[in-house]
């Protein structure tokens, strides 16, 4: 029972605030979170509770950070804001983007700053059109991205965004936007033998066929499907991807919003499979949520196309390039660097899946444990064998999740797959701790 300080919180909120994904009956019981330190956030009522899911995957230093607060405090005494339009630019802007530049795929050297990951989608795509344009290609608009990947949820965004529950609410959605299915090792099947992960890819590859390559602009992909369910594609599969965007004259563009700053074991996501996308997006762990901030990055025949044009990019934000967040994106890399981040979320990463599937992995109704880096997922399912779901009526995800918070840990779910990302400073002993909650939640659940 809820004390009469967050009661009556709980009552202010639900008289005046309109929620992200908005709903009543899931907000009757909501968590108001008053403080937090680290990998722990607690609530108005004093209770801790792991952060499973580091926020919304964007707090990967954590609650805390004492550099990244004088870093936004030195900035707003020296200039608060300043704008970035054409004309105008701020030290800590162009620190931030020649420091990108170092640590970005090496062809990526030129950056364009949002506020956050829907906006960076839409950047990316409006960025892509402009450039065919220029090279004399106009025909070439559309954006084929996958099931399960997010993007955002701008009109744009949502229309590229392949997780269907957001779209009925807004339909029609923006025309010229084709879904693939996931290389979802354990869902997807390939036929006759190939390989899973190539057949996967060759997805990509029939529908530009389908549709005519003369009209795909981009492939947009998260190296880590997230918000999805976690899913990592075999290894055989971005090459590929990376091959038939080549051969057809189509952008690659990472959605690196999740993956980037160290969050998969390396700076960047694709770094795993060796290849290069031609176009970048990111926000979240750029500054640990504690400034929205994201952004583009291009690589340098992009560039220079755009800049050969000799035309103005018509598109903008008033938040672009914004001095506090820039600031503090630079004390955040310093971090991500001066602690190793990516070697942290592997290792921490590796002690989390070995851990889950330890506990879980031989549970009648674990259909998978899986990750990469300091990202995981576990599938709950009807039948082991044959991977029948439960009916969506059960609601056993939300179960587990409800069981979960009972017990110490706050994360999220995508129908009955819980997923897991804590911070990247979460302790070992707190990844021991997620690993057994995981399983007392499951048991009680589903015996």
């Given at each position: 029972m809820k004390n009469d300080a967050s009661t009556e919180l709980l009552q202010k909120d639900l008289d005046h605030l309109i929620h992200p994904l908005h709903s009543d009956k899931a907000h009757a019981s909501a968590k108001i979170w008053a403080s937090g330190h680290g990998a722990t956030l607690v609530d108005a009522n004093g209770e801790s509770f792991?952060?499973?899911?580091?926020?919304?995957?964007?707090?990967?230093?954590?609650?805390g950070r004492v550099e990244?607060?004088?870093?936004?405090?030195?900035?707003?005494h020296e200039i608060a804001f300043a704008s970035g339009y054409?004309?105008?630019?701020?030290?800590?802007?162009?620190?931030?983007?020649?420091?990108?530049?170092?640590?970005?795929?090496?062809?990526?050297?030129?950056?364009?700053?949002?506020?956050?990951?829907?906006?960076?989608?839409?950047?990316?795509?409006?960025?892509?059109?402009?450039?065919?344009?220029?090279?004399g290609k106009?025909?070439?608009?559309?954006?084929?991205?996958?099931?399960?990947?997010?993007?955002?949820?701008?009109?744009?965004?949502?229309?590229?965004?392949?997780?269907?529950?957001y779209w009925p609410m807004f339909e029609p959605r923006v025309p010229g936007f084709i879904h693939i299915p996931s290389p979802y090792p354990y869902r997807y099947k390939a036929e006759n033998g190939e390989s899973p992960g190539i057949a996967a890819a060759n997805?990509?590859?029939k529908a530009i066929l389908a549709e005519g390559a003369d009209s795909i602009a981009m492939f947009l992909a998260e190296p880590v499907q997230g918000a999805g369910g976690v899913i990592?594609?075999?290894?055989?599969?971005?090459?590929?991807?990376?091959?038939?965007?080549?051969?057809?004259?189509?952008?690659?563009?990472?959605?690196?919003?999740?993956?980037?700053?160290?969050?998969?074991?390396?700076?960047?996501?694709?770094?795993h499979w060796g290849i290069e996308p031609d176009l970048i997006q990111y926000a979240k762990?750029?500054?640990?949520?504690?400034?929205?901030?994201?952004?583009?990055?291009?690589?340098d025949e992009i560039a220079d196309v755009m800049a050969a044009s000799g035309a103005p990019w018509m598109h903008a934000y008033t938040y672009s390039a914004h001095p506090v967040g820039c600031a503090v994106a630079l004390a955040m890399l310093d971090i991500v660097e001066k602690e190793d981040f990516p070697a942290q979320a592997a290792s921490k990463g590796a002690r989390l899946i070995n851990g889950l599937q330890d506990a879980l992995g031989d549970h009648a109704h674990v259909g998978e444990v899986r990750g990469l880096g300091l990202m995981a997922a576990v599938e709950i399912v009807?039948?082991?064998?044959?991977?029948?779901?439960?009916?969506?009526?059960?609601?056993?995800?939300?179960?587990?999740?409800?069981?979960?918070?009972d017990r110490g840990l706050f994360s999220r779910t995508r129908g009955d797959v819980y997923v897991i990302a804590p911070p990247i400073v979460t302790t070992e002993s707190e990844i021991d701790k997620i690993v057994e909650i995981m399983h007392d939640s499951v048991v009680a659940v589903l015996g």
């Open positions: 792991i952060d499973g899911l580091s926020g919304l995957w964007n707090n990967t230093a954590g609650n990244l607060i004088e870093a936004a405090t030195r900035q707003m054409a004309g105008s630019s701020n030290p800590r802007a162009i620190e931030l983007a020649a420091r990108l530049a170092e640590i970005c795929y090496p062809s990526i050297n030129h950056f364009y700053f949002t506020s956050g990951g829907g906006e960076s989608t839409d950047s990316n795509i409006k960025m892509v059109r402009y450039y065919w344009k220029l090279k106009p025909g070439k608009t559309k954006v084929i991205s996958r099931q399960w990947g997010y993007h955002g949820v701008t009109l744009a965004a949502m229309s590229a965004t392949g997780i269907s529950s997805e990509l590859e990592v594609p075999h290894d055989d599969y971005f090459p590929r991807i990376r091959e038939i965007c080549d051969q057809y004259e189509v952008l690659l563009v990472a959605d690196e919003v999740i993956t980037g700053f160290g969050r998969t074991g390396k700076m960047f996501g694709l770094e762990a750029i500054t640990s949520g504690y400034f929205p901030l994201g952004g583009i990055g291009v690589n009807k039948d082991k064998e044959t991977g029948e779901e439960f009916d969506a009526s059960e609601s056993v995800g939300a179960r587990i999740l409800a069981a979960g918070t």
